[in-house]
């Protein structure tokens, strides 16, 4: 998912919309209602304040595939609007309803705990997995450990569809206090990790995973007692370890035959990641997000099997899957007594139907 703003083109004077950075989905239970989920937008702090304009645009897939034509809509949304993490370079903000977006959240059983450690959870991974993770209290996160991002590349964004890259590295140093520029809010300290990989303009708000080899099997007891562990497979574990926030450059001074010494920057190849602890603390502990949680389920007649991510709006709708975006048509949601309401009149219809049918058949 792309972040964009309307910015005018200085040698066209027209106004275009541009992506400018990178955000991600996540998506977390209600803490009242298990089969509830909410669906956030998460991005760098600095993605947000920092954004020459006040509307800035979240631009996601959608699942209509039509050629020449996007791939993809603009939810708009204001910076006043977005929750920060009041020390991390965090920001967040629930998702607006769209029935036709191509989305793949992150949940928070893919997060790493606040302890740099990864405890596989679910279906998804194998038993014997499951039970190496609990017997050694999890896997640690470890300097040298291989990791990847998905993230914007301003040069190419995809023309009709949003075209991330992957970037991969290798974490250097787990997370220790740190110094960064903001334009907002000047220098501030953060705790984050540093990974060794390439990050540039755009990237900022990357998912970072964490991906590594697990060597799974049993424990079995030989004859003398002495207890060894037999390999039965190799698995692969990924987990949500945290999102770019920003890199480090090296300064360079070089000679112009015209203009004398000139300084430069080059990118060191360091990365600053942002971690996943700070995203949960600001989604689950925040008392302002929560409260806006809770308002939110309040003023929308929630029922298992219904998703509540959206803005706050007069009356929820959704939009049909039209191939071009400004044919599609909003659609109101009806409210669960709404509905049960709707189909007690359609089965009365459809019996009234059978016995004026068999009425008619026997004379």
């Not at 954004?51 to 800035?56: L, R």
């Not at 250097?172 to 300290?189: A, C, Y």
């Not at 189909?343 to 009365?348: E, H, P, V, Y």
């Amino acid at each position: 998912m792309f972040l964009c703003i309307d910015q005018v083109n200085r040698r066209s004077g027209k106004t275009e919309r541009v992506a400018g950075g990178t955000g991600f989905f996540v998506e977390i239970e209600d803490e009242l209602d298990a089969d509830t989920t909410w669906r956030y937008v998460v991005t760098a702090r600095h993605c947000i304040e920092d954004a020459p304009a006040s509307t800035i645009y979240v631009r996601a897939n959608t699942l209509v595939s039509a050629p020449r034509l996007p791939e993809y809509i603009d939810i708009p949304t204001e910076k006043k609007d977005w929750d920060v993490h009041p020390t991390a370079d965090v920001a967040a903000i629930l998702l607006p309803i769209q029935s036709d977006l191509a989305l793949r959240p992150i949940q928070l059983k893919w997060f790493a705990d606040s302890d740099y450690k990864v405890r596989p959870k679910g279906a998804e991974y194998p038993s014997d997995l499951l039970k190496t993770s609990k017997r050694l209290g999890g896997f640690d996160i470890q300097a040298g450990d291989d990791v990847f991002f998905t993230g914007l590349f301003v040069e190419s964004a995809g023309k009709h569809r949003n075209l991330p890259i992957a970037r991969f590295g290798n974490i250097s140093r787990m997370p220790e206090l740190i110094t960064l520029k903001s334009k907002t809010r000047g220098e501030i300290q953060v705790i984050a990790y540093l990974v060794e990989g390439h990050s540039r303009g755009g990237h900022s708000g990357s998912p970072v995973f964490w991906h590594w080899r697990a060597m799974t099997g049993t424990i079995v007891e030989t004859a003398n007692k002495n207890v060894r562990p037999v390999v039965a497979s190799i698995e692969y574990i990924r987990a949500f370890i945290g999102l770019v926030s920003a890199h480090f450059d090296t300064d360079l001074e070089f000679a112009d035959s015209k203009k004398g010494i000139l300084d430069a920057q080059i990118n060191s190849g360091i990365v600053v990641v942002t971690p996943a602890e700070n995203v949960k603390e600001l989604l689950m502990d925040n008392p302002k997000v929560v409260g806006d949680r809770r308002r939110r389920a309040a003023e929308v007649d929630v029922w298992h099997g219904a998703t509540p991510d959206f803005l706050a709006t007069e009356e929820p709708q959704q939009r049909t899957l039209a191939p071009k975006p400004e044919d599609r048509v909003k659609i109101p949601i009806p409210t669960r007594k709404q509905f049960f309401k709707d189909l007690a009149k359609a089965t009365q219809r459809k019996k009234r139907s059978k016995k004026a049918a068999r009425k008619r058949k026997l004379q």
